[in-house]
């Protein structure tokens, strides 16, 4: 059973727009969750992270926002750029961080 | 500095082959993740090690899995017996507080 959920498995936005990538989970007790993106041939690189605590963590062009109570999280990335194109994986994991759960990612494509 | 490397990063084998996959965690990293991620797929966590202690296997799908990491840094992924079932990429990650970080993996096929 998918405990994070990634709906939309593809996304294309316009350079210099807004791009919203979102993730469902389902375990309440998930606690700290974690945004990754990945290049082909390469392994998933951290982009960004919040904690159950915060509602909003920001860094750059990039903000994550998380509603506990909807036990959503969505990426914010403001302006897009053409070097953002790649696969971005959420990931959720509880108090004890031994495991991680992650979505089946979303392609975003930015158009130049 | 070094980030976390993983040898061979392709591999072909024989349905019945063995095969032992190596990580190279960042230096000082207590934590060390296995993951396999299949085709289209997120990485699904395998198995988990706090120094050299597997703390915890519960994502190892059968017994022809087999992890360990005997001085609590390089670790071998071992699987035995190969299936076809058994080709995805194979991502080892470090952390030493909440965050990992990724390895490149190691793509395995059995043919």
């Known amino acids: 059973d998918q405990q994070v959920k990634q709906n939309s498995p593809s996304l294309s936005v316009q350079e210099g727009r807004i791009s919203i990538l979102n993730c469902d989970y389902t375990?309440?007790?998930?606690?700290?969750f974690l945004w990754y993106k990945k290049y082909p041939a390469e392994g998933p690189t951290f982009l960004i992270s919040?904690?159950?605590?915060?509602d909003k963590n920001e860094d750059g062009r990039f903000t994550v926002f998380l509603n506990k109570s909807a036990k959503h999280l969505s990426l914010h990335i403001v302006p897009s750029q053409p070097g953002d194109s790649a696969v971005y994986f959420c990931a959720a994991s509880d108090l004890t961080g031994n495991q991680f759960y992650f979505g089946t990612g979303t392609s975003l494509t930015v158009i130049p | 500095g070094a980030g976390v490397s993983q040898s061979p990063r392709y591999k072909v084998a024989k349905r019945g082959q063995d095969v032992a996959l190596r990580c190279d965690p960042i230096?000082?990293?207590?934590?060390l993740f296995w993951y396999q991620q299949a085709l289209g797929q997120g990485p699904e966590f395998l198995t988990y090690?706090?120094?050299?202690?597997?703390?915890?296997k519960s994502g190892l799908p059968s017994d022809r899995f087999f992890a360990e990491r005997p001085e609590g840094s390089v670790s071998t992924l071992k699987i035995q017996r190969t299936q076809q079932e058994d080709s995805a990429v194979y991502l080892c990650?470090?952390?030493?507080?909440?965050?990992?970080?990724f390895g490149p993996g190691t793509r395995l096929l059995v043919l």
């Open positions: 990650a470090s952390s030493q507080q909440e965050t990992q970080y």
């Open positions: 230096s000082g990293h207590v934590s």
């Open positions: 919040i904690s159950s605590i915060k």
């Open positions: 090690f706090q120094n050299e202690a597997q703390l915890d």
């Open positions: 375990n309440s007790m998930f606690d700290y």
